[in-house]
């Protein structure tokens, strides 16, 4: 192996050491509120809460409710209610900010779905809730060691109609 290449993968070995903080501290459990805008239509957004824990430094494990509503003036809207579980790991980390991707289950109650299931990649419905996955894209700002704010998209199998853009934050009430 020629010197000049040991030599840069010595100082990118060391680079990566440095740079190899995590998304949390492990063991961290984080609470957040979420913000959203549904791509499905035009006036519906979203709002939610969610837990976060942080099995180790890379992956976390993330639990979610979002209800969504609509800001316009319509007797026709049904909002739904969405309830998410999934996993996080790291997938880029420039310190304090992380870019994180994941996949979970994401389940609703929607009731325009079965209007709308052929359009759906990976979907099924069991009375009146619906199921499917998802891939979640998020990045992750440290503001302070309990305070994290994010930016996130969920592509979901349901089809594009349940496609969010979130923004949050996240807090850990345990953080020193």
């Known amino acids: 192996m020629p010197q000049i290449l040991k030599q840069y993968l010595s100082i990118m070995l060391i680079l990566g050491s440095y740079l190899s903080y995590g998304q949390y501290d492990p063991g961290a459990t984080n609470y957040g509120l979420v913000a959203g805008k549904n791509f499905g239509l035009e006036d519906e957004v979203t709002a939610g809460a969610r837990i976060e824990y942080a099995y180790n430094c890379f992956t976390t494990f993330i639990g979610e409710y ?8 319509s007797e026709t809207y049904e ?13 880029f980390n420039w310190y304090p900010t992380t870019i994180t991707a994941g996949m979970g289950y994401i389940g609703n ?13 990976l979907a099924f419905r069991t009375g009146n809730f619906n199921h499917g996955a998802q891939i979640k894209i ?10 994290h704010v994010f930016a ?3 592509l979901k199998s349901l089809g594009r ?6 923004v949050g934050f996240s807090y850990d009430f345990n953080a020193r």
Request: charged share 25%; glycine share 4%.
């Open 66 to 73: 979002n209800r969504s509503f609509t800001i316009a003036d």
């Open 79 to 91: 909002a739904y209610n969405e309830l998410a579980f999934g996993v996080n790991i790291i997938a």
């Open 109 to 121: 109650d929607s009731g325009i779905f079965e209007t709308i299931d052929d359009k759906a990649f």
């Open 138 to 147: 998020r990045a992750l700002h440290h503001i302070s060691k309990p305070i």
């Open 152 to 154: 996130e998209i969920n």
């Open 161 to 166: 109609r349940y496609d969010t853009f979130l």
